[in-house]
């Protein structure tokens, strides 16, 4: 599918990738809650060493928490050349249908994400229920259209 929604504004040389994974100088922006969904902090904080050693001695951190970095473009296997846009939000919003609510979550890193300024709240709709970990799964199953994460 084509996005249909205007881009939002936004410097593209200083956008975030919102799956983004844990290492030094990442921006922790969320937590995952009970439901398994998405709660944002108020305010992203940069994590350390220190942050991600700890948090690699349980499960894997993308699996508890929501990080972002710089979006590198065409350093990154997600990007479309042809499009000059981040591929994997567009393949996440096809396999997701929540409708846009008139309320966006608030959510401390919008004035800087690439999916935002890709696919605006139709990224955000969907956003809480995205984690790194499923992320990787769920394109991992539908690449061979064997099966498809709910
Ligand atoms: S898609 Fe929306 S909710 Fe998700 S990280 Fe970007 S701005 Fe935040």
């Known amino acids: ?7 939002q504004p936004g410097k593209e040389d200083s956008l975030l990738c919102p799956s983004y994974i844990a290492k030094p100088g990442a921006q922790l922006f969320g937590l995952v809650n009970a439901e ?20 690699r001695a ?3 951190a993308e699996e508890r928490f ?5 979006c590198i473009q065409n350093g990154c296997h ?22 846009v ?3 966006l ?18 990224a955000c709709a ?11 799964t769920f394109l991992d199953r539908h690449a061979d259209g064997s099966e498809r994460l709910q």
């Open 1 to 7: 599918m084509t996005p249909t929604e205007p881009r």
């Open 36 to 55: 398994g969904r998405i709660s944002y902090l108020r305010q992203p904080i940069t994590i350390d060493t220190t942050f991600v050693e700890a948090a």
């Open 58 to 60: 349980g499960r894997p």
């Open 66 to 70: 929501r990080f972002a970095g710089k």
């Open 78 to 99: 997600q990007w479309s050349d042809a499009r000059q846009a981040c591929a994997l939000v567009d393949r996440l919003m096809e396999q997701r249908e929540k409708t």
């Open 101 to 103: 609510e008139a309320a």
């Open 105 to 122: 979550p608030e959510c401390p890193i919008r004035s800087r994400c690439r999916w935002f300024r890709q696919r605006g709240k139709t």
């Open 126 to 136: 969907q956003c809480d229920e995205v984690i790194r970990h499923t992320e990787s």
